[in-house]
């Protein structure tokens, strides 16, 4: 069995960073000793995917604190810590919803170096109850993909919701890792999901370290694969579910929805309560990140465009919840969240 998978390790006194943007080829880390490098490891992508997100900034507070222990404004020094790790990327509500609880510590604390203490305690926590609800969650979705199956499934994903996005074991990925363990798999399909190409160099790359049958295909040849009718599921994460059951996801899951849909395959999304945003009452209200537009223009060193050619580059879209067939939570599972006036009432 090969190591396992982590994007992420905390060292007591720093956290170590797996550089996503050098796999497949090469494994670097890094090493952060302040919430500054966190936070540009977040912005840069050297990790990320919802909840690694959220579990490397709850880190990133914690190293603010060490920084400002025996500080007279140590608190003030945190505070500014969480609203800088904020801005790092605004699509994934993990990322807000793990800052929020690393602030909720700090009430009632008396000093810095107690902040230290219930800050590291917490974002420890933060990360172990990641990789627990991914377990969980790969239970739930590989049970109701078995429902409606007679033998091993063909499965289509995109992007990468692996143990690289998470805290071990992956949502979506981790649905698929999960019918691999019960060889209940027949073979993931992969997006290669352009431009960031987290499913040809991270997908396939946890993939194949496991065994797990995988084919990579272009993105633009989901529709191809789904019109034969081998593959009964797509199976994706998401970046924010909000009230009404929508769902910000990797750019291109709005196609893979439609394309489902009319094809007759199911749409199932997998994704922590981290991932929940109920204060947004459907998916008009969630920021969209758009990114450089040379993430378009070159891959690696090579230019695959005219230089300054105008792009257009949102990395995440919004799945209405009409598209999709099952939600999955470590706290259950929501079936045509579209048919339910409050579909998320159900997950406590
Ligand atoms: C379990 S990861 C959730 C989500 O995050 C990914 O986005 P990114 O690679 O830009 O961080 C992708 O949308 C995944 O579905």
Same mark, same amino acid.
């Given at each position: ?10 060292? +007591? ?29 977040? %912005? ?7 909840? %690694?997100? /959220? ?8 190293? =603010?604190?060490? !920084? ?9 020094? *945190?505070? #500014? @810590? ?15 919803? @793990? ?17 230290? %203490? ?6 420890? #926590? ?15 979705? =590989? ?18 919701? +692996? ?19 019960? /060889? ?36 633009? !040849? ?9 593959? #009964? ?9 909000? $009230? ?26 997998? !994704?922590? @309560? ?11 209200? *969630? ?16 230019? *695959? ?16 919840? $009409? ?15 579209? #048919?339910?006036?409050?579909?998320? !009432?159900?997950?406590?």
């Amino acid at each position: 069995m090969s190591e396992q998978v982590v994007p992420v390790i905390w060292r +007591g006194d720093c956290l170590e960073v797996l550089d996503q943007r050098r796999l497949p080829g090469e494994e670097v880390w890094h090493s952060y000793r302040d919430s500054v490098g966190v936070f540009e490891a977040i %912005a840069s992508m050297q990790v990320r995917g919802a909840p %690694a997100i /959220g579990i490397s900034a709850a880190y990133g507070v914690v190293l =603010a604190a060490f !920084a400002a222990r025996d500080e007279v404004d140590w608190r003030i020094a *945190i505070e #500014r @810590a969480i609203d800088e790790l904020a801005e790092s990327r605004p699509t994934a509500v993990n990322l807000f919803w @793990a800052l929020r609880r690393m602030q909720g510590c700090l009430e009632g604390i008396g000093s810095g170096s107690e902040a230290c %203490a219930v800050l590291e305690r917490e974002a420890i #926590r933060i990360h172990e109850e990641d990789a627990a609800a991914n377990r969980r969650m790969g239970e739930l979705g =590989a049970d109701v993909i078995q429902e409606g199956s007679d033998g091993p499934v063909e499965v289509l994903t995109h992007c990468n919701t +692996g143990a690289l996005a998470t805290g071990g074991h992956g949502t979506a990925l981790g649905v698929v890792r999960t019918l691999h363990e019960r /060889g209940a798999l027949s073979m993931v399909h992969m997006d290669e999901t352009r431009p960031w190409l987290q499913g040809s160099r991270l997908t396939a790359w946890e993939c194949m370290r496991e065994g797990i049958r995988c084919s990579l295909n272009v993105d633009s !040849a989901a529709a191809t694969l789904l019109a034969s009718g081998r593959v #009964r599921w797509v199976i994706v994460g998401a970046d924010r579910i909000v $009230a009404n059951g929508d769902v910000a996801n990797k750019i291109g899951t709005l196609n893979l929805a439609i394309l489902a849909r009319h094809f007759g395959a199911g749409v199932m999304v997998v !994704a922590p @309560a981290s991932t929940l945003d109920r204060e947004t009452p459907d998916g008009s209200g *969630i920021v969209i990140e758009q990114r450089d537009g040379n993430e378009l223009r070159r891959v690696g060193e090579r230019d *695959i465009a005219p230089a300054g050619v105008a792009a257009f580059n949102p990395v995440f879209d919004v799945t209405p919840a $009409a598209l999709i067939d099952v939600i999955v939570t470590e706290q259950g599972v929501v079936r045509n969240p579209a #048919r339910h006036t409050n579909p998320l !009432a159900s997950l406590v």
